[in-house]
């Protein structure tokens, strides 16, 4: 156990945080915490990681029961929820606030904050948009997305508010890990289109340096589609605002894959989107957005 000495003197007046997993993002927000004076106490299955940050002043437990009940505010950052199953069994989390930032599904997350009432501990879930160097530099815009109890997370935001911004997305525990699912899944979905664009040039005599400017210009100047996709939704009029109808696009894609195939590319990567496209079309949404595939991907 090492000594607060040397840390500032307004220590005392913010409340202790404990932190279960020190993984490279685990260890960031301890970091971060401990950076702004916070006292901490921290656990680690791996004792070697707690023991590096003793000499930056935090606790080192001896265990996943003792760091639990060193504080009040527990924040769990574990590998899945299957390894928060196994570091929680059999340890008394009555009376404590468990904020859980492990990666977990909706589902998961719902069923963690009833395992967490039944044990008589009151319950946040947290999805962190930001990779570990952004935690504690506030300049890199990282934040997590909170879910639960609007009160819990009212009651230690500005705590929360320290390794990263914190945006509240609802009581529903399962809110959190499905909007950070949802923005990763969009994430992934411009990866995609990316690599697409890559390997179309990337026999050619053309520097992906020299594309890439070009190639992020032009997804930002598409982003407002997100919105005028949403409003879509919402009123349900998929028509309204349209300037590239469906018709029109599903007539363009051809040209896209004979492209790939005299470039050697696969379209693996499209095909399923413009499988969407064309059933949509069929079912006579030639007028519309692309806001009808939405409505397709529903099983």
């Not at 890199?140 to 609007?150: D, H, L, P």
Request: negative net charge; proline residues 6%.
């Amino acid at each position: 156990m090492t000594s607060l000495i040397g840390m500032e003197p307004n220590t005392v007046e913010k409340p202790s945080v404990t932190v279960l997993g020190l993984g490279a993002m685990g260890a960031a927000l301890a970091r971060a915490w401990l950076a702004a004076g916070y006292p901490l106490t921290v656990w680690n299955r791996t004792p070697g990681r707690a023991a590096a940050l003793a000499p930056e002043g935090a606790r080192v437990a001896g265990s996943a029961a003792q760091a639990v009940a060193a504080s009040t505010l527990v924040v769990i950052c574990l590998l899945d929820d299957t390894s928060v199953d196994e570091v929680l069994a059999g340890v008394d989390v009555a009376g404590r606030d468990l904020v859980n930032l492990t990666t977990s599904t909706p589902a998961q997350a719902r069923a963690r904050a009833a395992w967490a009432r039944r044990h008589g501990a009151r319950y946040l879930d947290g999805g962190i948009m930001a990779v570990p160097p952004m935690v504690g530099a506030p300049e890199a815009g990282g934040y997590v997305f909170y879910s639960g109890s609007r009160g819990l997370f009212e009651r230690h935001q500005e705590t929360l508010g320290v390794p990263a911004g914190t945006t509240y997305v609802g009581e529903d525990a399962g809110f959190a890990a499905l909007h950070d699912v949802a923005l990763l899944s969009a994430m992934y979905g411009m990866f995609a289109g990316t690599a697409h664009a890559f390997a179309l040039i990337r026999r050619e005599d053309i520097d992906p340096a020299a594309l890439a400017p070009l190639l992020a210009d032009w997804l930002v100047a598409m982003i407002p589609a997100v919105h005028q996709t949403a409003d879509q939704l919402c009123s349900g009029d998929y028509t309204t605002g349209v300037v590239s109808p469906l018709a029109m696009q599903v007539a363009g894609t051809p040209t896209f894959l004979r492209t790939a195939e005299q470039q050697g590319v696969s379209p693996e990567l499209l095909i399923p989107y413009f499988d969407l496209m064309r059933r949509r079309l069929a079912e006579g949404g030639g007028e519309e957005d692309l806001a009808g595939v939405v409505d397709l991907l529903l099983r």
